[in-house]
């Protein structure tokens, strides 16, 4: 009797849509859309701090408004790897699973960082 074992990696890279973010640019304008950005890097932060600070006990309506947030805004910006692993937790928090849940917070707080400071170093490197 085999278990099902899913090993998630810890060095999982940061994933950007550059499409997204040229889309932003061509609807906004460059220095409206670096605004933006700059804006939702800001409540994404607040965001991931927030699940960080409440974890997998908090209240499961305001952990779901949370990650729907990060969803959004990380969608909004191209971070791909991001908004795919908040709908993972979203996943996990639906399936009642507690040891998912915990597992999928981490990996979202891991991604989450790698996530914000992988933007800031393009911001940097693009001026």
Not at 26 to 45: F, I, K, P
Not at 101 to 112: C, D, H, I, K, P
């Amino acid at each position: 009797m085999g278990a099902d074992i899913s090993e998630l990696p810890l060095g999982e890279p940061a994933r950007f849509n550059p499409g997204q973010l040229e889309k932003l640019c061509d609807t906004m304008g460059e220095t409206r859309a670096e605004a933006e950005v700059a804006y939702a890097l800001g409540r994404l932060s607040t965001l991931l701090a927030d699940l960080s600070r409440l974890g997998r006990h908090a209240n499961p309506c305001d952990l779901q408004q949370l990650l729907t947030a990060v969803v959004r805004d990380a969608g909004l910006i191209g971070m791909a790897t991001l908004a795919r692993v908040a709908n993972n937790v979203l996943d996990c928090l639906a399936s009642g699973d507690p040891t998912a849940l915990a597992a999928t917070l981490a990996r979202l707080e891991r991604v989450g960082e790698r996530s914000i400071h992988a933007i800031w170093d393009l911001e940097d490197v693009s001026g």
